[in-house]
């Protein structure tokens, strides 16, 4: 079982750290995207912020902390809901399995870290 928590924690590290990097260089596809589902270009920092906040509290609780872990696993989790539901607010639904993808590895990481 820690494989498949390690994997998935990995791996939602690598996307939100990835994306965070996306958001703070405002990449076009971000700024694309966050205009098509109505979310203001002012708040794409914040958001970078959040997913670089996400994916460093769960590398910390990979490495012990593990309250931290779960706290930043469950945040990610709540992140990608909200995500989701913009998406289907604006009728967005082309590219929607991009942050179905986040919160599915999210939740892994979520479950995976309680169960330990």
Known sequence: MFIAYLFCTLVAIAL???????DF???????????EV?????????AGA???????GLLLGLLGAR???IAAALCLV??????????IRARVFH?????????????A???FALAR
Not at 16 to 22: E, I, P, R, S
Not at 50 to 56: E, F, P, T
Not at 96 to 106: H, S, V
């Open 67 to 69: 309250a931290l872990g």
């Open 50 to 56: 959040s997913k670089a906040a996400g994916a460093l």
């Open 109 to 111: 990481s979520l479950i």
């Open 78 to 87: 709540l992140y990608f809901i909200a995500a989701i539901v913009v998406h």
């Open 25 to 35: 260089a405002r990449a076009k596809f971000v700024l694309a995207n966050s205009a």
């Open 95 to 107: 590219n929607i399995a991009f942050p179905a993808m986040y919160f599915a590895f999210a939740a």
């Open 16 to 22: 939100n750290g990835g994306m965070a990097v996306a």
């Open 38 to 46: 109505n979310f203001p270009a002012s708040w794409i920092p914040l």
